[in-house]
């Protein structure tokens, strides 16, 4: 029988897997594993990033992007501590991928050695699935068994790698049975939960569609239930993007980021179909007494973020599907009627400001560019903070346009490594990094890696001298003085040429627009540095157009209140809000000044 190192055995499982790349950066305890990856370069390509969080979060990334497993590494001590911003990244979001972890040598274990410490009990939380191979024969069989828990429990798994246990020899006899593993399917919605849904929909003055991140593969099933119902489509934010923005009924996120009309709807619905949804910040929406259909393949999830009337334990697909088969078609709703009419102002007025020749510039006129100019195949990186504002309101996604941020976790810093696992898996589509100047100052280092493997990837860094995700909290939230959210301008395109990375600085649509031509047209990376304006986007939390102080702020002189149209398309007080006429209405909830949690 043929003999094969410890380490070579595990990448011989990895490729029997069809996994093809790892992201990580070496160090001394995981030099056998290196051997192998030199022994494996024309098999599994190694993208060597700068940093170990990138390599974590860039296989975080490469899952959400691709439906497929990334798999990264570090060394012991250090090396290992830096993946764990990727590894809570990918747990929150419950996002498959695998990390090696190397340990010192198994003589040197439990002794207090050089970089040494109990991996296997500090990666437990971080992770779905941990084990450390006892015996190098053991290596192949547990890195099959850390990818099939991965997929299976939807997360992290970690498996930790003696660094003498990497050199010994071993029978190479081991093959995985992957194919083994069913395509993952669902149970179609029971007769008796399709027939109670239904009735609550024909009851239903003013229904509403709140659907997520587990309705991906719904966006046609969700577009036809809207038309035949006259349902508003709203969604969380990782939802955006399942159904194209420009679809009428679709109103967009609700919360902080999210535009004027979803949170303004929100709490006039009297029933909610609730579909492969779980946002935290639900618990924050709709009225208290409003009914809800939902809709998941987890059982867990019902009724955690409100009182469910109707669970259909099911795959969106499938069920919204019966209850468009089942149901009468409706007349459109005074909530529909007013949602639309809202959508179309708001639309109308972030038009307005397409062509602004403000300076600094506004946000308009830089996503617009980005709007005409994205391939209808393009791949958007997005950082954390208020580019993930801007992204849900003014971003026009369609076609088979990609994007992915950092959700649950919303640990900033998180686009450059989901620009380099996109430029990875699509090295032949347009990758657009999209960052404030503070979360790209945390992980600009991996310019080099794009540079390096000449990654054609577009970075765009919206320079405004503040945290202003943070800015914004402060002001607004707990109304407390600024306090360490101003950051020093910087020549980021200066920053880009030190990198081998081209660099251009830009303060106008026009110059913008010409970069980006540029950029389409050449090899490899480019980095654009926008001289992005200081005010902070309109506040949904706060929208008060009858304040002037308020609208002189946002300029928001052609913005109708809600109460304009709810008033004009007969939207009653008591139908929207579920509550008895005689009921003294609850006084709106104080600001969180708690939590620090970002509303995504």
């Not at 290992?80 to 990244?89: P, V």
């Not at 191979?133 to 828990?149: C, G, N």
């Not at 246990?165 to 081991?174: A, T, V, Y």
Request: with cysteine; aromatic share 10%; hydrophobic share 40%.
């Amino acid at each position: 029988m043929t003999k094969i190192n410890g380490s070579d055995a595990m990448f011989q499982v990895m490729y029997d897997w069809d996994i093809d790349h790892v992201y990580g950066f070496p160090g001394g305890s995981f030099d056998s594993s290196m051997n192998a990856i030199h022994d494996w370069k024309n098999k599994i390509k190694f993208i060597e990033v700068r940093h170990e969080e990138a390599g974590a979060l860039a296989a975080s990334a490469e899952y959400k992007l691709t439906g497929k497993v990334g798999v990264c590494f570090g060394s012991a001590g250090p090396g290992a501590a830096h993946l764990y911003n990727g590894l809570y990244d990918a747990k929150y979001d419950k996002t498959p991928m695998v990390a090696i972890v190397a340990n010192v040598p198994t003589s040197r274990q439990d002794i207090d050695f050089f970089q040494a410490f109990d991996e296997d009990k500090w990666f437990l939380d971080a992770s779905v699935w941990c084990a450390q191979p006892k015996t190098a024969d053991l290596i192949p069989v547990l890195m099959d068994e850390a990818i099939r828990q991965a997929y299976a429990k939807k997360g992290p798994a970690v498996l930790i790698i003696s660094k003498d246990l990497g050199w010994q020899k071993i029978e190479d006899n081991f093959r995985v049975n992957y194919k083994a593993v069913p395509t993952e399917t669902y149970l179609e919605p029971t007769t008796a939960s399709v027939e109670e849904a239904t009735k609550l929909l024909a009851e239903a003055k003013n229904p509403v569609v709140y659907f997520g991140n587990g309705a991906k593969h719904a966006k046609e099933e969700l577009k036809e239930f809207a038309e035949k119902f006259k349902t508003p489509l709203l969604s969380s934010y990782l939802g955006k993007g399942v159904v194209e923005d420009e679809f009428p009924a679709y109103m967009g996120t609700i919360g902080r980021i999210g535009p004027k009309t979803p949170n303004e709807i929100q709490s006039h619905a009297d029933l909610v179909v609730w579909v492969g949804n779980n946002s935290p910040f639900s618990v924050l929406w709709f009225n208290k007494d409003a009914k809800v259909i939902q809709i998941d393949t987890d059982s867990a999830k019902f009724g955690k973020r409100h009182k469910v009337d109707v669970s259909m334990l099911a795959d969106s697909k499938k069920a919204l599907r019966a209850l468009i088969d089942a149901g009468e078609e409706r007349s459109e709703s005074p909530i529909y009627k007013a949602a639309i009419a809202d959508r179309e102002n708001w639309d109308a007025w972030q038009d307005s400001f397409k062509d602004s020749e403000e300076m600094p510039v506004r946000p308009e006129p830089i996503w617009d560019v980005i709007n005409q100019e994205a391939a209808d195949d393009a791949v958007f990186a997005i950082d954390v903070g208020n580019v993930n504002i801007d992204h849900t309101r003014l971003l026009k996604m369609h076609d088979d346009q990609k994007w992915t941020t950092s959700g649950l976790h919303a640990t900033m810093g998180y686009g450059a490594p989901a620009a380099l696992a996109a430029a990875t898996a699509y090295p032949d589509r347009e990758i657009w990094q999209l960052a404030g100047d503070g979360g790209f100052a945390m992980m600009n280092q991996e310019l080099l890696t794009m540079a390096r493997y000449n990654m054609h990837v577009l970075n765009i860094v919206f320079t405004n001298e503040t945290l202003g995700y943070i800015e914004a909290e402060q002001e607004d939230e707990s109304h407390q003085p600024l306090s360490g959210v101003i950051i020093p301008d910087n020549n980021w395109a200066q920053v880009a040429e030190g990198m081998n990375v081209k660099g251009v600085v830009v303060r106008t649509k026009d110059e913008f627009e010409k970069a980006v031509k540029e950029w389409k047209k050449m090899d490899g990376p480019m980095l654009i540095d926008i001289k992005y304006t200081h005010e902070m986007p309109y506040s949904t939390e706060l929208d008060t157009l009858d304040d002037p102080a308020f609208v002189k702020k946002y300029q928001a002189e052609d913005l109708k209140p809600f109460s304009y149209f709810a008033d004009k398309y007969g939207l009653e007080t008591d139908a929207a809000s579920g509550a008895s006429q005689h009921e003294e209405a609850e006084p709106d909830p104080e600001p969180d000044t708690t939590s620090g949690a970002s509303q995504h």
